[in-house]
């Protein structure tokens, strides 16, 4: 039993962390040692996007998420349905909105 305990991290999450960081792109970059991931909101009609977030992982960790979301993306179809893939888009795009005219 005591074993089991030393094992265990426990996790804090504060409140404005839970709130969470809105992103609709990401990018990954990587080195011998780590990877990157920016993840980035690129707004409808704007010439700039800025970085809401930046991760860095060692390449392990970066498998271990990486295999991670895959199973979870799988439970996810599984019980939602098949995730539609619009394709590639070229940056900037539009996400629908009519361009702005004064």
């Not at 039993?1 to 999450?13: A, D, F, P, R, T």
């Amino acid at each position: 039993m005591e074993n089991e305990n030393k094992n265990q991290i426990n996790i804090e999450l504060t409140d404005d962390v839970a709130e969470g960081i809105y992103s609709n792109l990401a990018m990954i970059s990587h080195s011998p040692t780590e990877f990157v991931v920016d993840f980035v909101r690129v707004m409808p009609n704007t010439p700039k996007a800025k970085v809401k977030s930046r991760i860095v992982l060692t390449p392990q960790h970066a498998k271990r998420f990486c295999k991670a979301m895959m199973e979870n993306i799988k439970r996810y179809e599984q019980t939602f349905g098949t995730i539609q893939d619009p394709g590639t888009e070229t940056l900037p795009y539009n996400i629908g909105t009519p361009k702005a005219m004064a």
